[in-house]
């Protein structure tokens, strides 16, 4: 019965021109209203479905994107609505969130949709960013098949989902605020007098770097990129950094990217964090085409199967 339905389903979602929601999947499918919100309310597994399409269409190249996503919703009767960000209007709006969960395709420039988990309004007991890292970590075994790399924006480049991601056995990639404190790792010969080990050799200054820590990547007339090993303040480890200067109209600018795995090449780490942002061409598609905003259901596990189903067919 779950096969002949989720064949139905995803076809519906592809050729309904219009809203998606039961009165139209009735008016067009095979089975009447109730049988489709009954069918949205029973479990499925879109994790280890959408790891089977990969699998089979994916390249080998990959990596795992996390990206939080608005859902507008009105009323005050649905579970999980509230205030949250949304990138595109720039401000905060009342509605849902999903916490969307991407594969990479590093070679092709392409994102499939591996699970997307609504963010619930009221964390008690836990921060923003621990219910994030939570949702990665609780399925590690999974998302560690595909890849150890973890892919997110600046936002998550915070102490508590860095650390919690790394005991896990990830890697983060992600990119720092242009004005993070940083130090140099002392490479030269310990001296034998008192005391602890000299460990750094004096904090980063963007505007004069010490070349004897870095490693020239590339150099032109519009972009420099260095590589080194350094100290992050606010992670509390080494980290990777690759610094990427840019030429505008004769002002060079900055920007700050680092990884957590110490061996991985200036030249991957920026194409990783290039990739992101295809799992953002996901969310835009899924809202123009296949209805992620358009469930008219109040009931978590309606809401889920529905986001689920959306960015699975994108």
Known sequence: WQYCFIVDIL?????????????????????????????????????????????????????????????????????????????????????????????????????????AVQTPSNLQSESLLDHYAAILTQRKEPLLSISKYVVADAYFSKFGFVSKLSNTGFETVSRLRDDADLKYKYLKEQSCGKGRPKKYDGKVYFKNLNQTHFKTVEQNSKNKIYQAIVYCKSLKRDINLVIVYTNKKGKWSHKLYFCIDLSLSAQLLLKYYKTRFQIEFAFRDAKQYTGLDHCQARNNNKLYFHWNTSLTCV
């Open 11 to 115: 076809g519906l979602f592809l050729s309904i021109k219009g809203r998606l929601n039961f009165l139209q999947f009735s008016r067009y499918g095979n089975a009447g209203e109730q049988h489709y919100r009954n069918q949205f309310n029973k479990p499925f597994d879109f994790l280890d479905f959408n790891r089977e399409l990969i699998a089979q269409n994916g390249g080998k190249h990959l990596t795992i994107a996390f990206d939080p996503s608005y859902i507008s919703k009105s009323g005050k009767a649905t579970s999980g609505v509230g205030y949250y960000w949304s990138g595109v209007a720039g401000k905060t709006k009342w509605g849902l969130e999903i916490s969307g969960i991407a594969a990479i395709d590093i070679d092709n420039h392409t994102a499939f949709h591996l699970e």
